[in-house]
Protein backbone atom coordinates (compact mmCIF):
# COMPACT_ATOMS: atom_id res chain seq x y z
CA UNK A 1 0.00 0.00 0.00
CA UNK A 2 1.40 3.47 -0.60
CA UNK A 3 2.53 5.53 2.03
CA UNK A 4 0.69 8.55 0.44
CA UNK A 5 -1.53 11.21 2.39
CA UNK A 6 -1.24 8.74 5.11
CA UNK A 7 -1.25 9.95 8.71
CA UNK A 8 0.00 7.89 12.34
CA UNK A 9 -1.34 9.53 15.46
CA UNK A 10 1.12 9.46 18.36
CA UNK A 11 0.15 9.98 21.79
CA UNK A 12 3.12 10.00 23.52
CA UNK A 13 3.23 9.63 27.86
CA UNK A 14 5.49 11.37 30.48
CA UNK A 15 6.95 8.32 31.78
CA UNK A 16 7.82 5.50 30.68
CA UNK A 17 9.03 2.58 32.58
CA UNK A 18 10.72 -0.35 31.00
CA UNK A 19 12.52 -3.25 31.85
CA UNK A 20 14.71 -3.88 28.13
CA UNK A 21 18.16 -2.22 27.21
CA UNK A 22 16.17 -1.45 24.01
CA UNK A 23 13.37 1.63 23.71
CA UNK A 24 11.34 1.10 20.38
CA UNK A 25 8.84 3.59 19.36
CA UNK A 26 6.30 1.18 20.49
CA UNK A 27 7.25 1.75 24.17
CA UNK A 28 6.66 5.44 24.39
CA UNK A 29 2.75 5.73 24.15
CA UNK A 30 0.21 4.62 22.22
CA UNK A 31 -0.33 5.29 18.47
CA UNK A 32 -2.84 4.28 15.47
CA UNK A 33 -2.43 4.67 11.81
CA UNK A 34 -5.05 3.84 8.96
CA UNK A 35 -2.11 1.65 7.29
CA UNK A 36 -1.97 -1.73 10.05
CA UNK A 37 1.58 -2.57 7.98
CA UNK A 38 3.02 0.86 8.49
CA UNK A 39 1.97 1.04 12.27
CA UNK A 40 3.42 -2.24 12.60
CA UNK A 41 6.82 -1.00 11.49
CA UNK A 42 6.55 2.15 12.98
CA UNK A 43 6.40 -0.02 16.30
CA UNK A 44 9.31 -1.53 15.84
CA UNK A 45 11.40 1.75 15.19
CA UNK A 46 14.58 1.47 17.83
CA UNK A 47 14.82 4.99 19.53
CA UNK A 48 17.63 4.49 22.53
CA UNK A 49 19.82 1.65 23.97
CA UNK A 50 20.80 1.64 27.61
CA UNK A 51 24.47 1.33 27.85
CA UNK A 52 25.77 -0.42 31.11
CA UNK A 53 27.99 2.17 32.18
CA UNK A 54 25.08 5.24 31.18
CA UNK A 55 22.46 6.06 33.69
CA UNK A 56 19.15 4.09 33.30
CA UNK A 57 17.46 7.48 32.81
CA UNK A 58 16.77 9.01 29.07
CA UNK A 59 14.86 11.92 27.93
CA UNK A 60 13.56 11.88 24.75
CA UNK A 61 11.93 14.37 22.10
CA UNK A 62 8.95 13.88 20.41
CA UNK A 63 11.07 15.40 17.45
CA UNK A 64 13.81 13.13 18.03
CA UNK A 65 11.03 9.99 17.35
CA UNK A 66 9.33 12.19 14.57
CA UNK A 67 12.58 12.60 13.04
CA UNK A 68 13.20 8.52 13.11
CA UNK A 69 9.28 7.69 11.86
CA UNK A 70 9.92 10.09 8.92
CA UNK A 71 13.47 8.89 8.15
CA UNK A 72 11.64 5.20 7.74
CA UNK A 73 8.54 6.09 6.08
CA UNK A 74 9.07 10.41 4.74
CA UNK A 75 5.85 10.39 3.33
CA UNK A 76 3.92 9.68 6.40
CA UNK A 77 2.55 12.36 8.42
CA UNK A 78 3.07 12.15 12.32
CA UNK A 79 0.39 13.93 14.54
CA UNK A 80 1.65 14.10 18.55
CA UNK A 81 -1.81 14.21 20.89
CA UNK A 82 0.77 13.80 23.95
CA UNK A 83 3.90 14.85 25.85
CA UNK A 84 6.36 16.87 23.75
CA UNK A 85 9.50 15.11 25.67
CA UNK A 86 9.05 11.48 26.98
CA UNK A 87 11.37 10.40 30.55
CA UNK A 88 12.25 6.90 29.92
CA UNK A 89 13.93 4.84 32.85
CA UNK A 90 15.12 1.53 32.66
CA UNK A 91 13.93 -0.07 35.71
CA UNK A 92 15.47 -4.00 37.62
CA UNK A 93 12.33 -5.49 39.28
CA UNK A 94 13.91 -8.15 40.49
CA UNK A 95 15.91 -5.20 42.64
CA UNK A 96 12.58 -4.50 44.46
CA UNK A 97 11.90 -8.34 46.17
CA UNK A 98 12.83 -9.93 48.96
CA UNK A 99 13.19 -9.48 52.54
CA UNK A 100 15.04 -6.22 52.35
CA UNK A 101 12.04 -4.76 50.57
CA UNK A 102 9.72 -6.25 53.13
CA UNK A 103 12.17 -4.62 55.79
CA UNK A 104 11.98 -1.19 54.24
CA UNK A 105 8.41 -1.16 54.00
CA UNK A 106 7.97 -1.72 57.63
CA UNK A 107 10.68 0.52 58.71
CA UNK A 108 8.16 3.29 56.79
CA UNK A 109 5.18 2.20 58.18
CA UNK A 110 6.22 2.29 61.59
CA UNK A 111 7.66 5.55 60.88
CA UNK A 112 4.58 6.82 59.37
CA UNK A 113 2.09 5.24 62.37
CA UNK A 114 4.10 7.06 65.76
CA UNK A 115 5.01 10.29 63.56
CA UNK A 116 1.45 10.68 62.57
CA UNK A 117 0.54 9.69 66.61
CA UNK A 118 3.24 12.17 67.91
CA UNK A 119 2.19 15.18 65.97
CA UNK A 120 -1.36 14.81 66.71
CA UNK A 121 -0.10 14.51 70.29
CA UNK A 122 1.60 17.25 70.10
CA UNK A 123 -0.72 19.53 67.96
CA UNK A 124 -3.57 18.60 71.30
CA UNK A 125 -0.78 19.61 73.67
CA UNK A 126 -0.10 22.99 71.96
CA UNK A 127 -3.86 23.97 72.10
CA UNK A 128 -4.49 22.70 75.71
CA UNK A 129 -6.92 20.01 74.22
CA UNK A 130 -7.53 18.91 77.97
CA UNK A 131 -8.32 22.92 79.54
CA UNK A 132 -10.30 23.11 76.73
CA UNK A 133 -12.58 19.94 77.57
CA UNK A 134 -12.68 20.59 81.33
CA UNK A 135 -14.22 24.36 80.66
CA UNK A 136 -16.50 23.08 78.24
CA UNK A 137 -17.70 19.98 80.85
CA UNK A 138 -18.06 22.72 83.40
CA UNK A 139 -19.73 25.01 81.58
CA UNK A 140 -22.12 22.57 80.61
CA UNK A 141 -22.61 19.94 83.92
CA UNK A 142 -22.14 23.17 86.31
CA UNK A 143 -19.40 21.02 88.15
CA UNK A 144 -15.74 19.92 87.53
CA UNK A 145 -14.87 16.38 86.04
CA UNK A 146 -13.44 13.44 88.01
CA UNK A 147 -11.88 11.77 84.85
CA UNK A 148 -12.30 11.36 81.57
CA UNK A 149 -15.82 12.23 80.33
CA UNK A 150 -18.10 11.89 76.93
CA UNK A 151 -16.31 14.79 75.72
CA UNK A 152 -12.97 12.91 75.30
CA UNK A 153 -14.45 9.60 73.92
CA UNK A 154 -16.75 11.65 71.01
CA UNK A 155 -13.76 13.40 70.15
CA UNK A 156 -11.26 10.24 69.64
CA UNK A 157 -14.43 8.50 68.03
CA UNK A 158 -15.15 11.68 65.47
CA UNK A 159 -11.14 11.87 64.78
CA UNK A 160 -10.62 8.13 63.97
CA UNK A 161 -13.90 8.57 61.55
CA UNK A 162 -12.37 12.03 60.35
CA UNK A 163 -9.12 10.41 59.31
CA UNK A 164 -10.73 7.39 57.72
CA UNK A 165 -13.05 9.55 56.00
CA UNK A 166 -10.35 12.16 54.56
CA UNK A 167 -8.05 9.06 53.17
CA UNK A 168 -11.14 7.25 51.95
CA UNK A 169 -9.76 4.20 53.14
CA UNK A 170 -10.52 1.33 55.34
CA UNK A 171 -7.36 -1.17 55.61
CA UNK A 172 -6.97 -2.03 52.41
CA UNK A 173 -10.70 -1.16 51.14
CA UNK A 174 -11.24 2.35 49.42
CA UNK A 175 -14.49 3.81 50.68
CA UNK A 176 -15.36 5.53 47.51
CA UNK A 177 -14.35 5.45 43.68
CA UNK A 178 -12.62 8.72 43.97
CA UNK A 179 -8.91 9.12 44.64
CA UNK A 180 -7.42 9.38 48.27
CA UNK A 181 -5.68 12.51 49.02
CA UNK A 182 -2.59 10.96 49.19
CA UNK A 183 -3.13 9.53 46.04
CA UNK A 184 -3.94 12.91 44.16
CA UNK A 185 -0.74 14.30 45.75
CA UNK A 186 1.55 11.54 45.09
CA UNK A 187 0.90 12.56 41.38
CA UNK A 188 1.26 16.25 41.57
CA UNK A 189 4.71 14.89 42.94
CA UNK A 190 5.51 12.18 40.51
CA UNK A 191 4.19 15.43 37.55
CA UNK A 192 6.53 17.97 39.04
CA UNK A 193 9.11 14.93 39.71
CA UNK A 194 9.17 14.24 36.02
CA UNK A 195 8.50 17.86 34.06
CA UNK A 196 11.60 18.84 37.05
CA UNK A 197 14.24 16.10 35.19
CA UNK A 198 13.32 16.73 31.47
CA UNK A 199 14.15 20.21 32.09
CA UNK A 200 17.30 19.08 33.94
CA UNK A 201 18.24 16.79 30.73
CA UNK A 202 17.51 19.87 28.30
CA UNK A 203 20.10 22.59 30.31
CA UNK A 204 22.24 20.10 30.40
CA UNK A 205 22.03 18.37 26.74
CA UNK A 206 21.25 15.34 27.81
CA UNK A 207 17.75 14.46 26.00
CA UNK A 208 17.88 12.87 22.65
CA UNK A 209 16.72 15.43 20.27
CA UNK A 210 16.95 16.55 16.53
CA UNK A 211 19.89 18.45 15.40
Known sequence: MSTNNVTLYLKAEQNVELQSEDVY????????????????KVKTIKLHHFKEEEPKRQVISILKVI???EKTFPNVTVENLGEIDVLVEKI????????????????????????????????????????V?????????????????????????????????????????????DPTPIEVEMRVYETDVNKALIETADREGKMLDVH
Open 25 to 40: VKDIGKMTCSDKHILA
Open 67 to 69: AEI
Open 92 to 131: NVDKHKGPVQMIKIVFVSLISFFGTAFTIMAFHNDIGINE
Open 133 to 177: FTKVYEMVMGQSSDGYSILELSYSIGLAVGIITFFNHIGGRRITK
